[in-house]
């Protein structure tokens, strides 16, 4: 009724007035079928007949170690979409490539995981995931979206009330530096090489670097390369001497830039630390 013009509505109303249609209690099935004559043509023209598109997504994710051809045969007949298979460590890498070639081989062609990092994994292990997924996806012709997620120890009493956790091979700027790529990339990684080159680098160094760079270059990337401040930065790090960059990595991993003039260090050093006190907003003011 909601869907009609005021004026079909009042017809419609007297209709079902006229048979006693207005109130399901006193309602009677040949009375509706008598009328139906005259709703039929509105819901051909209001409600679509075309065949909808339905998939099932399981909310939790497939055990790869579990996963067989006879259970993917079976499993494949639902319309499945996303597989979720979980990729939480470097070491599961043989198994989980398994379970997504015997997904691939039965024809399902989208899914998805979540990557814990931070907890005994090393940074540059986060890279070698998300650079196979990249990799799978070319050679099967398949999508896989990837979705880190920061560890955090939840049963500890320490942790209860703060999201301050750093795992034993992270530290606080590795930290924040995943985040500020997760940040442009909307929190997930998709199938492009080159989207995820662009983010994440194209090789362990480009991703090192990324590691270390100013957290506002990271997140205005493109505005801070066009305008040569990246550059600079990267210039000046790595004209450092082995020693200087020695002290300037540990100041970087406490992520702390705050009263630079007070430290004890090199003029070089302070000049590359200086690069960290730029703000987001200083980007975000000059791009309005």
Known sequence: MKKLSEE?????????????????????????????????????????????????????????KLLTDERMKKLSEIPIRPLRIAFDTWGIR??????????????????????????????????YRLKMNIDLC???????YSFPMKYHPITDHEYFNNRTYIGKHWNRKYIRAIQAILNSTKGKIGRGRSFFEEAFGKNEEEFEKLLYMPEALI??????????????????????????????????????????DELDVDDKIINVLYYYTIQRKDAEKNLK
């Open 94 to 127: 043989n198994i989980y490539e398994k379970a997504i070639r015997i997904a691939a081989n039965y024809r399902i062609t989208n899914m998805s995981n979540y990557l814990l990092y931070n907890y005994n994994d090393k940074p540059i292990e986060l890279f």
């Open 8 to 64: 079909k509505q009042s017809e419609a109303y007297e209709l079902l007035k006229e048979y006693n249609l207005l109130d399901e209690v006193i309602a009677t099935k040949d009375n509706i079928l008598a009328i139906h004559y005259y709703f039929k043509p509105y819901f051909e023209k209001i409600y679509s007949k075309k065949p909808k598109v339905r998939y099932v997504d399981f909310n939790q994710g497939l055990e790869a």
């Open 219 to 260: 997140v205005y990337r493109m505005y801070y390369k066009n305008n040569g401040i990246t550059n600079k930065w990267w210039t000046k790090f790595k004209s450092l001497s082995p020693e200087q960059l020695k002290i300037t990595k540990e100041i970087i991993h406490t992520n702390n830039f705050e009263n630079l």
């Open 138 to 144: 070319e050679e099967l012709g398949i999508s896989i």
